[in-house]
């Protein structure tokens, strides 16, 4: 069993930064490839980036290529998106996932097992 819980989302004014976290449980978190998934109102939820278990290879989406890192702290149980240069529509709800069943990163929403429950980000014009 993994508990994921999304923290720093807020209100940012577009070209600016913010960085979101999710803090994970579970005894084998550390085994799990993580990703970072986003929704905005009206839209399916959509990839945004993910990070292999040991943090060695990363994958993102081309709309944010370039501007976001996604990171992992396994001794904190943490993984991590900065954000930067941000875009108005960059604004949804964040949500990060665990994938139980690879050691790499995936693109695909279905390969993910464990969801939080979504940080809020808006980026204003």
């Known amino acids: 069993q993994v508990q994921l819980v999304e923290s720093g989302g807020g209100l940012v004014q577009a070209g600016g930064s913010l960085r979101v976290s999710c803090l994970a449980s579970?005894?084998?978190?550390?085994?799990?490839?993580m990703g970072w998934f986003r929704q905005a109102p009206g839209k399916e939820r959509e990839f945004v980036a993910a990070?292999?278990?040991?943090?060695?290879?990363?994958y993102y989406a081309d709309s944010v290529k370039g501007r976001f890192t996604i990171s992992r702290d396994n001794a904190k149980n943490t993984v991590y998106l900065q954000m930067t240069s941000l875009k108005v529509e960059d604004t949804a709800v964040y949500y990060c996932a665990a994938r139980t069943g690879g050691y790499e990163g995936s693109y695909n929403v279905r390969h993910y097992d464990y969801w939080g429950q979504g940080t809020q980000v808006t980026v204003s014009s």
């Open positions: 579970g005894r084998t978190w550390s085994n799990y490839a």
């Open positions: 990070i292999s278990y040991i943090g060695h290879r990363s």
